[in-house]
T-cell receptor, first 117, second 108 residues
Framework: DTGVSQNPRHKITKRGQNVTFRCDPISEHNRLYWYRQTLGQGPEFLTYFQNEAQLEKSRLLSDRFSAERPKGSFSTLEIQRTEQGDSAMYLC???????????????FGPGTRLTVL | KNEVEQSPQNLTAQEGEFITINCSYSVGISALHWLQQHPGGGIVSLFM???GKKKHGRLIATINIQEKHSSLHITASHPRDSAVYICAVKAAGNKLTFGGGTRVLVKP
């Protein structure tokens, strides 16, 4: 257990439905990341937050995807009008930005596996 | 061409064998991560490297910044080491760019 939790762990939905996932990072971590991983592939970056500000979004994040981190703690990722191609593992990670700078280690949650029928 | 390439894609070893996984990248980086992913999805960070070499138990990670190459070694492999090992680099910005992973199976 890394200290990062995600809910739900599994979600099965029908095409066209909206889904929302939640990520609770390690409490003192100010950075939060969302990644998507399809079967047999490495994860791909979707977006990241520093505190409540969304600082970067991938081109993979279409208009149907929206992420929020309203109070700088937990984050939600919503997918509207789901498509079969959205079926994947959605991973959340958190890290602590150091004042002195430099790379920071990311701690990953267990992921939410989405299946769109 | 992907920014991060791993080899081999799949590896089968007998218990006790020495395992090496390679990672090459094409961009300037500030750090390289080695991650382990077990069936079911959970990812655990094994190492974060900026230079040189790190060791933790039976795992050793090395990086050559000039050659843009890193290796992960598993000494005295054990069936519980069976997992997918993923290399990820931190280049510009704060996101990680991942390799495709190496699926390792250690047979008893």
């Amino acid at each position: 257990d890394t200290g990062v939790s995600q809910n739900p762990r599994h979600k099965i939905t029908k095409r066209g439905q909206n889904v929302t996932f939640r990520c609770d990072p390690i409490s003192e971590h100010n950075r939060l990341y969302w990644y998507r991983q399809t079967l047999g592939q490495g994860p791909e970056f979707l977006t990241y937050f520093q505190n409540e500000a969304q600082l970067e979004k991938s081109r993979l994040l279409s208009d149907r995807f929206s992420a929020e981190r309203p109070k700088g703690s937990f984050s939600t990722l919503e997918i509207q009008r789901t498509e079969q191609g959205d079926s994947a593992m959605y991973l959340c990670a958190s890290s602590l930005r150091k004042i002195a700078g430099g790379p920071n280690e990311q701690f990953f949650g267990p992921g939410t596996r989405l299946t769109v029928l | 061409k992907n920014e991060v390439e791993q080899s081999p894609q799949n590896l089968t070893a007998q218990e006790g064998e020495f395992i090496t996984i390679n990672c090459s990248y094409s961009v300037g980086i500030s750090a390289l991560h080695w991650l382990q992913q077990h069936p079911g999805g959970g990812i655990v960070s094994l190492f974060m490297l900026s230079s040189g070499k790190k060791k933790h138990g039976r795992l050793i990670a090395t990086i050559n910044i000039q050659e843009k190459h890193s290796s992960l070694h598993i000494t005295a492999s054990h069936p519980r080491d069976s997992a997918v090992y993923i290399c990820a680099v931190k280049a510009a910005g704060n996101k990680l760019t991942f390799g495709g992973g190496t699926r390792v199976l250690v047979k008893p």
